[in-house]
């Protein structure tokens, strides 16, 4: 089982790579199989048949990466200076080998001389596989989504 105590590690040290811009370590975070989704609409949840900012596979979050990094991303270029804090975490469900939860998150992005904070509640679902533990859902809902979408210029 994965406990509470590693699910938060876990997802601590996902978002400090992601302050750091560490893409490509981040994409080894993932199992061959997980989704990454940014909902349009905050109580979405057939991501399928609806739009969204982002429902990436592992074929695209590898394409976002490497967008990111490529300095091609005019949204990126230069890239924000962010800082996230990941807290109240909920635990929805357990098995023999995943874990499921709720977290709220804040995320301070300065950029342009500029200050944007956003907030989200976040979804995860961790498994544990041979090598540790892996993402294989993240589900971003902002809770300021209709004008927090514009000019995000890295992962959230």
């Known amino acids: 089982m994965i406990t509470l105590d590693e699910a938060t590690r ?17 994409l080894a975070l993932w199992t061959a199989h997980g989704r990454y989704t940014i909902p349009v609409e905050h109580d979405a949840d057939d991501f399928e048949n609806q739009l969204n900012v982002a429902h990436d596979d592992a074929e ?8 990111l990094l490529s300095g091609f991303s005019m ?8 800082v996230r804090t990941v807290s109240r975490f909920v635990v929805t469900g357990k098995g023999e080998s995943h874990i499921e ?4 998150m804040v995320l301070v992005e300065y950029k342009y001389e500029r200050t944007r904070v956003l907030a989200a509640d976040v979804t995860y679902r ?14 971003v809902r ?12 890295y992962l959230l």
Not at 127 to 139: F, N, V, Y
Request: glycine share 6%; charged share 35%.
């Open 101 to 104: 939860l709720r977290a709220a």
């Open 60 to 67: 695209m979050r590898k394409a976002r990466v490497k967008r």
């Open 10 to 26: 876990f997802i601590w040290a996902e978002a400090d790579k992601l302050d750091r811009l560490d893409y490509k370590p981040w």
């Open 142 to 153: 902002l809770a300021n989504c209709d004008d927090a979408l514009h000019g995000i210029g």
């Open 126 to 139: 961790l498994l544990r596989e041979e090598g540790g533990i892996k993402l294989d859902t993240k589900i």
């Open 75 to 82: 949204s990126a270029a230069p890239p924000a200076r962010t």
